[in-house]
C-alpha cells in the first residue's frame, strides 16, 4: 500500500497532525475514512462541521431541513449574508467545500425522523447530534443505540452549555440521563430565552474534538461524564452519569427495540387546539367580525418591536403578576407569545387571578405570521 493517501499539499496541510504522536500519518488515514454524520447546521453543528472538515474527515454528512435566516448569523458562523434564504445544507457544503476539498460533503435536506434515521446512521461512523429539541434528541439517541454507533451529544442555552457522548462500549445513553422527557411548557426554547452566540461555538467545537478522539481511538472520552459550562462565571462542572441496567433502550434487557413516534412521547402539543388554546384562524375571524377581545402579548419589548398584532396590549409574563388589575374584564383575553408555550403559563396565572375567559393563542405571534399575516416580521 502508498504509504500516504494525500497529495503533497495535503502532507503540508496537515503538517501540524502528523506532528503529533497521538494522529500521525496514521491517524491522518483514520480521518479521510471516517464518515461523521451531524444532526444539524446551525449553531452547535457550524463549529462542529469547521472543525471537523478542517482535520480532515473525509465524508461529512449533513442532515437539516432549514433554510439560513438572519436570526441564524449570530451564532451559526457556518452560514453569511450571501446563504440568507438558502437551504443551510447546501450554504453549509460551499463553505466547507472552501476550507477543505478533500472533504466529501454528503447533503440531506431533511427532517430526520423515526423513517430514515436508522437507514442514516447505518451509513456512518459517528453521529454528532446538534439537534435543538427533545424529539430529536431522543430519536437520535436512540437510533445510535439501536445501530451501534456512538453520539456525541451538546446542548446550549442562554449562557451554559453540556457536552458528553452516549453509546460508547459500557457507556450511558441519553435515556440513562433523561428517562423520561421535560414537560415541553417548563423548557424554553433558545429563541425565547436566548443564547450567547460565542456559547455554542464553544460546545460544538468540544464536539468536535470528542469525535475527533473517537475516530483516533486516542485519550479518553467524555462518555460516563457530562462537562457543564457556565459561561456567566466561568466555570466547569463535571457530572457522572452511569448507564441505567433498566434503560429501555440500552439497558441489560432492551424493552424498546424499534424507534417511536417521539412528538408524541415527548408529549408536544397537538396540531389542533387545545381547550385552552384559540387557533389563529379563529381569532382573525373574531377580529373581523369585532367580536369584544382583548389582546395581551405577554413577550418581552424587544420582540413587541419586531412583530405584533395591531390592537395587542404588551405585558411581558415576568411583569404580568403586577399587572393583573389592568387587564379588561369581562370580553375574552387571548394571551400571546412567540409561539404559544409563554402564553399558556399567562393564561394560568390570569384564571388564578380571577380573569376569565381566557384563551392562548396556538402557535403565537409565529403561528399568526404564518396562518394570518405573512407580512410580519419573523424571528
Given at each position: 500500500?502508498d504509504?500516504?493517501?494525500?497529495p503533497?499539499e495535503d502532507?503540508?496541510r496537515?503538517?501540524?497532525h502528523l506532528s503529533?504522536?497521538?494522529?500521525?500519518?496514521?491517524?491522518q488515514?483514520?480521518?479521510?475514512a471516517?464518515r461523521?454524520?451531524?444532526i444539524g447546521a446551525?449553531?452547535?453543528?457550524?463549529?462542529?462541521a469547521?472543525y471537523?472538515a478542517?482535520?480532515?474527515?473525509?465524508t461529512?454528512?449533513?442532515?437539516d431541513?432549514?433554510?439560513?435566516?438572519?436570526?441564524n448569523?449570530?451564532r451559526?458562523?457556518?452560514?453569511?449574508?450571501?446563504?440568507?434564504?438558502r437551504a443551510?445544507?447546501?450554504?453549509?457544503a460551499e463553505?466547507?467545500?472552501?476550507?477543505?476539498?478533500r472533504?466529501r460533503i454528503e447533503?440531506?435536506?431533511?427532517?430526520?425522523?423515526?423513517g430514515?434515521?436508522?437507514?442514516l446512521?447505518?451509513?456512518f461512523?459517528?453521529?454528532?447530534?446538534?439537534?435543538?429539541n427533545?424529539?430529536?434528541?431522543?430519536?437520535?439517541n436512540?437510533?445510535?443505540?439501536?445501530?451501534?454507533r456512538?453520539?456525541?451529544?451538546?446542548s446550549?442555552?442562554?449562557?451554559?452549555g453540556?457536552?458528553?457522548v452516549?453509546?460508547?462500549a459500557?457507556?450511558?445513553?441519553?435515556?440513562?440521563?433523561?428517562?423520561?422527557p421535560p414537560?415541553a411548557?417548563l423548557?424554553p426554547?433558545c429563541?425565547?430565552a436566548?443564547v450567547l452566540?460565542?456559547?455554542?461555538g464553544?460546545?460544538?467545537?468540544?464536539q468536535?474534538?470528542?469525535?475527533?478522539?473517537i475516530?483516533?481511538?486516542?485519550g479518553?472520552t467524555?462518555?460516563?461524564?457530562?462537562?457543564?459550562?457556565d459561561?456567566?462565571?466561568?466555570?466547569?462542572?463535571e457530572?457522572a452519569?452511569?448507564?441505567d441496567p433498566g434503560c429501555?433502550?440500552?439497558?441489560d434487557h432492551r424493552?424498546q427495540p424499534?424507534?417511536?413516534?417521539y412528538d408524541?412521547?415527548?408529549?408536544l402539543?397537538?396540531a389542533?387546539?387545545?381547550?385552552?388554546e384559540?387557533?389563529?384562524?379563529?381569532?382573525a375571524?373574531?377580529?373581523r367580525?369585532?367580536?369584544?377581545?382583548t389582546?395581551?402579548?405577554?413577550?418581552?419589548?424587544w420582540e413587541w418591536?419586531i412583530?405584533?398584532i395591531?390592537?395587542?396590549?404588551?405585558?411581558p409574563?415576568s411583569s404580568?403578576?403586577?399587572?393583573?388589575?389592568?387587564?379588561?374584564?369581562?370580553?375574552l383575553?387571548v394571551?400571546?407569545?412567540?409561539?404559544?408555550?409563554?402564553?399558556?403559563?399567562?393564561?394560568?396565572l390570569l384564571?388564578?387571578?380571577g380573569?376569565?375567559?381566557?384563551?392562548?393563542?396556538a402557535g403565537?405571534?409565529?403561528?399568526?405570521a404564518?396562518?394570518?399575516?405573512?407580512n410580519?416580521?419573523?424571528?
Amino acid at each position: 500500500m502508498d504509504p500516504s493517501p494525500f497529495p503533497p499539499e495535503d502532507l503540508v496541510r496537515y503538517a501540524r497532525h502528523l506532528s503529533l504522536a497521538e494522529v500521525g500519518l496514521e491517524g491522518q488515514r483514520k480521518l479521510h475514512a471516517a464518515r461523521v454524520l451531524l444532526i444539524g447546521a446551525g449553531g452547535l453543528g457550524s463549529p462542529a462541521a469547521l472543525y471537523l472538515a478542517a482535520a480532515g474527515v473525509g465524508t461529512l454528512g449533513i442532515v437539516d431541513d432549514d433554510l439560513v435566516d438572519l436570526t441564524n448569523l449570530q451564532r451559526q458562523v457556518l452560514h453569511g449574508m450571501a446563504g440568507l434564504g438558502r437551504a443551510k445544507v447546501d450554504s453549509a457544503a460551499e463553505r466547507l467545500a472552501d476550507l477543505n476539498p478533500r472533504t466529501r460533503i454528503e447533503r440531506y435536506q431533511t427532517r430526520l425522523t423515526s423513517g430514515n434515521a436508522l437507514e442514516l446512521f447505518r451509513d456512518f461512523d459517528v453521529v454528532v447530534d446538534g439537534s435543538d429539541n427533545f424529539p430529536t434528541r431522543y430519536l437520535v439517541n436512540d437510533a445510535a443505540i439501536l445501530t451501534g454507533r456512538p453520539s456525541v451529544y451538546g446542548s446550549i442555552l442562554r449562557f451554559d452549555g453540556q457536552v458528553t457522548v452516549f453509546g460508547m462500549a459500557g457507556g450511558p445513553c441519553y435515556r440513562c440521563l433523561h428517562p423520561e422527557p421535560p414537560t415541553a411548557a417548563l423548557i424554553p426554547s433558545c429563541a425565547e430565552a436566548g443564547v450567547l452566540g460565542v456559547v455554542p461555538g464553544i460546545i460544538g467545537s468540544l464536539q468536535a474534538l470528542e469525535t475527533l478522539k473517537i475516530v483516533l481511538g486516542v485519550g479518553t472520552t467524555l462518555a460516563g461524564r457530562l462537562l457543564h459550562l457556565d459561561g456567566l462565571a466561568m466555570r466547569w462542572r463535571e457530572l457522572a452519569v452511569r448507564r441505567d441496567p433498566g434503560c429501555v433502550v440500552c439497558g441489560d434487557h432492551r424493552v424498546q427495540p424499534e424507534l417511536i413516534d417521539y412528538d408524541s412521547f415527548c408529549g408536544l402539543a397537538p396540531a389542533a387546539p387545545t381547550s385552552a388554546e384559540i387557533s389563529a384562524d379563529a381569532l382573525a375571524e373574531r377580529l373581523r367580525r369585532n367580536q369584544p377581545v382583548t389582546l395581551l402579548d405577554v413577550r418581552e419589548p424587544w420582540e413587541w418591536e419586531i412583530a405584533h398584532i395591531p390592537g395587542s396590549v404588551l405585558a411581558p409574563l415576568s411583569s404580568l403578576e403586577d399587572r393583573v388589575g389592568e387587564v379588561a374584564r369581562g370580553a375574552l383575553v387571548v394571551t400571546i407569545c412567540h409561539h404559544g408555550i409563554r402564553s399558556l403559563r399567562a393564561r394560568d396565572l390570569l384564571l388564578a387571578r380571577g380573569v376569565e375567559p381566557v384563551l392562548s393563542l396556538a402557535g403565537g405571534i409565529d403561528g399568526w405570521a404564518a396562518a394570518v399575516d405573512p407580512n410580519l416580521a419573523r424571528y
